[in-house]
């Protein structure tokens, strides 16, 4: 009998704790961080309890006990209004924290209310599900910041989850916005680029006449003197005449050159960098600037040259690819050198090309190009002997010059996955530096040896060593 009543005490004194669990109460809107509706069961007095509450939202506060006054420690935050003596309705005004206090007749306390305000982000959290299918990201407000957390399908969708956030945060001005981004990308990409950068020089210089150093004639202590044009483009074949007598002098040289020339440039870089991350490299080497300083110092200043090659790889939907490509072949050049006390610093010859375009893996597509053709014809004469018939020819020279250049840079890139070591092959592979006796009677600098295991024997069939018709 005893135990009976003993179980029976028992069951409705967790009957009571379930009821007055159900009263304290879970919003009425459980799955979403702001709730609609809480209730506070009589007799709860100092305890406090937390209340997140949207910028601009209200929730209404049910009481188990009457409420006749109510207070705010910061009315800029929140604000609360006493509808009846049982409903209190909170209103958000801007982010930040404050204190809830529900006073009842004589002013004992009911309840106490720790506020959070907060920008309302299921708004925001339903447009990135819509716009963004495929995703599970999770939207959260920190210290007015908007926090991105969760999975999404490609680094593009994660770009657009990030847009839609700063144009949501910011009504439109995403340099305003605060968006932390925690997304995680479920398959990244890795994009292998290959640029390649051709450039064919052609150049043809002809020279012909003769050119007069000088002509002199002079009596006594007065002469008449003419200095001819010496400057030449390149180094020219030349046959040198001369007549003196007396105070006449005449000296000349007859020049005579045809020069082509034929110059190509080919440069290949390749790198590989995962979708949405930057990668750049650079073979070549740094030539030291002399730069002027205050108190007559000089520093020295260091610039690259060589083959370098930038770029950042966004994988698309639909396995397209979007680059932002930079790619240059620089190399130093007596061209446009210049002399400072007696030390010549070098130019550079430059063929650069920063783009963006989007093109399939496996694509290619001319990022630049350039064609230029340059000539100079110039003729230099004596004057008033150049003129006389027949002679005149002998008092001319005419210098030719031309120059063409096509330069095409093309770009190329892959999606791909990663290999094993055994398929991959080394510049340097199979390759050992020759022996003495190699290098001395067959001239050899390097020796290739087989690695591999030789290849299984077996017997030829048809003819072998003649040519069989």
């Known amino acids: 009998m005893v135990r009976g009543a003993l179980l029976k005490g028992l069951l409705v004194a967790l009957g009571l704790a379930m009821a007055g669990l159900i009263a304290t109460g879970a919003p009425a809107d459980a799955g979403n961080a702001f709730p609609k509706k809480v209730r506070i069961a009589a007799g709860q007095g100092t305890m406090a309890a937390p209340l997140s509450v949207g910028i601009g939202r209200s929730v209404v506060v049910e009481t188990g006990d009457a409420v006749?006054?109510?207070?705010?420690?910061?009315p800029t935050i929140a604000d609360a209004v006493v509808r009846t003596p049982h409903r209190v309705f909170v209103l958000g005004v801007k982010a930040g924290q404050a204190n809830l206090f529900l006073f009842g007749a004589g002013g004992r306390q009911i309840?106490?209310?720790?506020?959070?305000?907060?920008?309302?982000?299921?708004?925001?959290?339903n447009l990135i599900t819509r716009l963004v299918p495929g995703s599970n990201v999770h939207v959260e407000v920190a210290n007015n910041a908007i926090i991105l957390s969760g999975?999404?399908?490609?680094?593009?969708?994660?770009?657009?989850?990030?847009?839609?956030?700063?144009?949501?945060?910011?009504?439109?001005?995403?340099?305003?916005?605060?968006?932390?981004?925690m997304l995680n990308v479920m398959g990244k990409e890795q994009?292998?680029?290959?640029?390649t950068i051709a450039e064919v020089e052609r150049t043809l210089v002809k020279r012909l006449g003769i050119n007069f150093d000088s002509v002199s004639i002079g009596t006594g202590a007065y002469s008449l003197g003419y200095t001819g044009?010496?400057?030449?483009?390149?180094?020219?074949?030349?046959?040198?005449?001369?007549?003196?007598?007396?105070?006449?002098?005449?000296?000349?040289?007859?020049?005579?050159?045809?020069?082509?020339?034929?110059?190509?440039?080919?440069?290949?870089?390749?790198?590989?960098?995962?979708?949405?991350e930057n990668a750049s490299f650079l073979v070549g080497g740094e030539y030291p600037i002399p730069v002027a300083q205050d108190n007559n110092k000089i520093s020295i200043e260091f610039?690259?040259?060589?083959?370098?090659?930038?770029?950042?790889?966004?994988?698309?939907?639909?396995?397209?690819?979007?680059?932002?490509?930079?790619?240059?072949?620089?190399?130093?050049?007596?061209?446009?050198?210049?002399?400072?006390?007696?030390?010549?610093?070098?130019?550079?010859?430059?063929?650069?090309?920063?783009?963006?375009?989007?093109?399939?893996?496996?694509?290619?597509?001319?990022?630049?190009?350039?064609?230029?053709?340059?000539?100079?014809?110039?003729?230099?004469?004596v004057p008033g002997l150049a003129k006389l018939p027949i002679l005149g020819a002998l008092f001319k020279s005419r210098d030719y010059q031309r120059n063409q250049t096509e330069l095409v840079v093309f770009v190329t890139p892959y999606i791909v996955k990663p290999t094993s070591?055994?398929?991959?092959?080394?510049?340097?592979?199979?390759?050992?530096?020759?022996?003495?006796?190699?290098?001395?009677?067959?001239?050899?600098?390097?020796?290739?040896?087989?690695a591999?295991?030789?290849?299984?024997?077996?017997?030829?069939?048809?003819?072998?060593g003649f040519i069989y018709e």
Do not use: C, W
């Open 68 to 74: 006749a006054d109510v207070m705010v420690s910061d």
């Open 111 to 125: 309840a106490s209310l720790d506020l959070t305000v907060a920008q309302d982000t299921s708004e925001l959290n």
């Open 151 to 181: 999975t999404v399908l490609t680094p593009l969708d994660s770009q657009k989850a990030i847009e839609i956030a700063k144009g949501y945060s910011g009504s439109g001005d995403g340099d305003k916005s605060n968006v932390i981004n």
């Open 191 to 195: 994009v292998f680029l290959k640029v």
């Open 229 to 276: 044009f010496n400057s030449t483009l390149l180094d020219t074949a030349e046959a040198s005449l001369g007549f003196s007598k007396g105070s006449t002098s005449i000296q000349a040289k007859l020049q005579a050159l045809q020069e082509d020339g034929v110059v190509r440039t080919l440069a290949e870089p390749t790198l590989t960098a995962i979708s949405g």
């Open 303 to 381: 610039k690259p040259f060589g083959v370098g090659l930038d770029f950042t790889p966004i994988v698309l939907s639909g396995g397209r690819i979007s680059l932002r490509v930079k790619t240059e072949v620089s190399e130093l050049t007596s061209d446009g050198s210049i002399d400072i006390s007696g030390l010549t610093i070098q130019a550079l010859k430059v063929r650069r090309a920063e783009s963006t375009v989007e093109l399939p893996s496996g694509g290619a597509l001319v990022m630049a190009g350039l064609l230029r053709d340059n000539f100079e014809d110039t003729l230099k004469s």
């Open 421 to 450: 070591p055994a398929k991959l092959a080394r510049p340097d592979k199979n390759l050992a530096p020759a022996s003495d006796a190699e290098s001395l009677f067959f001239d050899r600098l390097n020796r290739v040896y087989r």
């Open 452 to 464: 591999d295991p030789a290849a299984p024997t077996g017997s030829y069939q048809g003819q072998v």
